[in-house]
């Protein structure tokens, strides 16, 4: 189930491309008959406390930095790379390569236990090798446990046709196992994998991750406040916020992909219920001229909706949603249209991954999806209709990394404040 056939309009994140098979399985077959995987992704509640630094273990007991300054238990600051300072501040000027008893093997990367060094190909003393180098490895008969090791049963799965129901709640119960019981530091999300370019939002992408980081690391800005998430998709950014913050509208187009993003933040009202926020997923079409209020409509606005928006928002938030310049163009529309109508002043979180690509049209390596959401950021800021004001600005600096995921450079983070004149 984990093998992804590719066609020509298909679209895999590079988060779910690293992430381990272990971490995501499949779990149903939505309303479009798409497969639905469920991902863990652990919050790192701790990295605050930990060395901004990538440290690995040193030989003599303590840490190397990974930094050019390389420090062990015990040793003073060296200021050039790449010497090592091991357990009481003594210099090792080679690899880190002990031998049993602490004394130092100057050889090939090679380990020795008392052995007589020799002239044959390196080799661990512990790895069993038969005559021809190759590893020697012990093979088990089926049903021998007098090891104790077994080998775990390999059941059937039964996939279930979702309904399309949104009120099916986080779908199949937890077996009471405490792997799947709630976890304040566990975020569950239900995606596709290798989707159409029109179903992108039913997948997890960096630059998601990298709003929640942003998010997490400025607990004291977005505590308490009413957020607006254009382009939820999943709505894994929205459950990050309502950690923080007190109310969040979580809204996106389709009615697959909201019925998703309803299950998602029902999985995760565990982490909501501890803060006593709220995450209201609603439809918001970009392409649309205003919000729809028709009651007959799945995850329609009240009227009482609107206008806690337009009278409590005062941040609004969206995660690498410019992929199409006709969609860029209707965002930037949105977000003029809600932010000139927000009666408090409001700031605007907009990240996204700059991806390049070759193209016939052009013979080069170019980012046209890029480009184009710079201009309209560019233009947000140029603009003069008496009514609004806009600064944009890049957010920069070191962010703290609350997620297991690869942080290319090529992820961007822009805040735009908006104020009427």
Same mark, same amino acid.
């Given at each position: 189930?984990?093998?992804?056939?590719?066609?020509?309009?298909?679209?895999?994140?590079?988060?779910?491309?690293?992430?381990?098979?272990?971490?995501?399985?499949?779990?149903?077959?939505?309303?479009?008959?798409?497969?639905?995987?469920?991902?863990?992704?652990? @919050? %790192?509640?701790?990295?605050?406390?930990?060395?901004?630094?990538?440290?690995?273990?040193?030989?003599? &007991?303590? !840490? $190397? *930095? =990974?930094?050019?300054?390389?420090?062990?238990?015990?040793?003073?600051?060296?200021?050039?790379?790449?010497?090592?300072?091991?357990?009481?501040?003594?210099?090792?000027?080679?690899?880190?390569?002990?031998?049993?008893?602490?004394?130092?093997?100057?050889?090939?990367?090679?380990?020795?236990?008392?052995?007589?060094?020799?002239?044959?190909?390196?080799?661990?003393?512990?790895?069993?090798?038969?005559?021809?180098?190759?590893?020697?490895?012990?093979?088990?008969?089926?049903?021998?446990?007098?090891?104790?090791?077994?080998?775990?049963?390999?059941?059937?799965? @039964? %996939?279930?046709?979702?309904?399309?129901?949104?009120?099916?709640?986080?779908?199949?119960?937890?077996? &009471?196992? !405490? $792997? *799947? =019981?709630?976890?304040?530091?566990?975020?569950?999300?239900?995606?596709?994998?290798?989707?159409?370019?029109?179903?992108?939002?039913?997948?997890?992408?960096?630059?998601?991750?990298?709003?929640?980081?942003?998010?997490?690391?400025?607990?004291?800005?977005?505590?308490?406040?009413?957020?607006?998430?254009?382009?939820?998709?999943?709505?894994?950014?929205?459950?990050?916020?309502?950690?923080?913050?007190?109310?969040?509208?979580?809204?996106?187009?389709?009615?697959?992909?909201?019925?998703?993003?309803?299950?998602?933040?029902?999985?995760?009202?565990?982490?909501?219920?501890?803060?006593?926020?709220?995450?209201?997923?609603?439809?918001?079409?970009?392409?649309?001229?205003?919000?729809?209020?028709?009651?007959?409509?799945?995850?329609?606005?009240?009227?009482?909706?609107?206008?806690?928006?337009?009278?409590?928002?005062?941040?609004?938030?969206?995660?690498?949603?410019?992929?199409?310049?006709?969609?860029?163009?209707?965002?930037?529309?949105?977000?003029?249209?809600?932010?000139?109508?927000?009666?408090?002043?409001?700031?605007?979180?907009?990240?996204?991954?700059?991806?390049?690509?070759?193209?016939?049209?052009?013979?080069?390596?170019?980012?046209?999806?890029?480009?184009?959401?710079?201009?309209?950021?560019?233009?947000?800021?140029?603009?003069?209709?008496?009514?609004?004001?806009?600064?944009?600005?890049?957010?920069?600096?070191?962010?703290?990394?609350?997620?297991?995921?690869?942080?290319?450079?090529?992820?961007?983070?822009?805040?735009?404040?908006?104020?009427?004149?």
């Amino acid at each position: 189930m984990d093998n992804v056939t590719f066609r020509m309009d298909t679209v895999l994140s590079d988060v779910h491309l690293l992430l381990p098979n272990a971490r995501h399985l499949m779990a149903r077959l939505n309303a479009a008959s798409q497969p639905v995987f469920v991902s863990k992704f652990k @919050i %790192l509640w701790d990295v605050e406390e930990k060395e901004p630094a990538c440290t690995v273990p040193c030989p003599g &007991g303590g !840490e $190397e *930095d =990974a930094s050019a300054h390389r420090l062990c238990e015990g040793g003073e600051e060296d200021a050039c790379a790449p010497r090592l300072l091991c357990e009481g501040g003594e210099e090792d000027a080679s690899p880190p390569r002990l031998c049993e008893g602490g004394e130092e093997d100057a050889s090939p990367p090679r380990l020795c236990e008392g052995d007589e060094e020799d002239a044959s190909p390196p080799r661990l003393s512990h790895t069993p090798l038969d005559d021809d180098g190759d590893l020697d490895v012990a093979r088990r008969r089926p049903g021998d446990a007098s090891s104790g090791w077994r080998r775990e049963r390999v059941c059937p799965l @039964i %996939l279930t046709q979702a309904s399309g129901d949104a009120e099916d709640g986080c779908g199949e119960e937890d077996d &009471g196992n !405490e $792997e *799947d =019981a709630p976890r304040q530091d566990i975020i569950r999300i239900e995606h596709t994998m290798a989707t159409p370019l029109e179903d992108v939002g039913k997948q997890i992408w960096r630059g998601a991750f990298l709003l929640a980081d942003f998010i997490l690391s400025r607990p004291a800005e977005f505590a308490g406040a009413t957020v607006l998430e254009l382009g939820a998709g999943t709505g894994f950014t929205s459950v990050v916020m309502a950690t923080q913050a007190k109310t969040v509208y979580c809204t996106d187009v389709g009615q697959d992909l909201l019925n998703m993003c309803q299950r998602n933040i029902t999985i995760n009202q565990h982490l909501t219920e501890a803060k006593a926020s709220e995450v209201r997923v609603r439809q918001l079409d970009w392409m649309g001229n205003d919000f729809c209020t028709d009651a007959e409509e799945a995850f329609a606005w009240t009227e009482e909706e609107v206008a806690h928006l337009h009278d409590e928002t005062s941040l609004i938030i969206a995660a690498d949603v410019c992929y199409d310049d006709e969609l860029t163009d209707a965002l930037f529309r949105t977000l003029y249209r809600i932010t000139s109508n927000l009666r408090k002043p409001s700031t605007l979180y907009l990240s996204i991954e700059k991806r390049l690509n070759f193209t016939l049209r052009h013979m080069e390596v170019t980012c046209e999806a890029y480009d184009h959401f710079r201009h309209c950021l560019q233009e947000l800021g140029d603009m003069e209709d008496g009514r609004m004001q806009y600064r944009v600005e890049r957010v920069l600096g070191p962010v703290p990394q609350f997620f297991q995921y690869e942080r290319v450079e090529q992820l961007e983070l822009w805040r735009v404040t908006a104020n009427q004149k």
